[in-house]
């Protein structure tokens, strides 16, 4: 099991952009997936984006060409770029690991996109 923490959080202006980081304690090769969810408020829990172990990436369509994932298994690092922000994006977001049935999830950073 690998420890996750996301940081990067905080609140924007519509129109801006914010890097999440999702610092993990173990190297997350041993994982096949790391990946970016979300929760808006009173939402249900939703996929934002996925890498895999190799590169392949997956994107929710909401966030297709604005947010990049990206991994960096030496530094046991993924990030979540997201650029032109809008007030849909406001949610909580949860940083994951997923390697068939073994999942660990960190503890959410909040991002508020507000004027």
């Known amino acids: 099991q690998v420890q996750l923490v996301e940081s990067g959080g905080g609140l924007v202006q519509p129109g801006g952009s914010l890097t999440l980081a999702c610092a993990a304690s173990?190297?997350?090769?041993?994982?096949?997936?790391m990946g970016w969810y979300r929760q808006p408020p009173g939402k249900q829990l939703t996929m934002v984006a996925t890498i895999a172990n190799y590169g392949a990436t997956n994107y929710a369509d909401s966030v297709e060409g604005r947010f990049t994932i990206s991994r960096d298994n030496r530094a046991n690092m993924v990030y979540l770029q997201m650029n032109n922000l809008n007030a849909d994006d406001t949610a909580v977001y949860y940083c994951?690991?997923?390697?068939?049935?073994?999942?660990?999830w960190g503890q959410g950073t909040q991002v508020t996109v507000s004027s």
């Open positions: 173990g190297s997350i090769t041993l994982y096949q997936y």
């Open positions: 994951k690991a997923d390697h068939f049935a073994r999942t660990c």
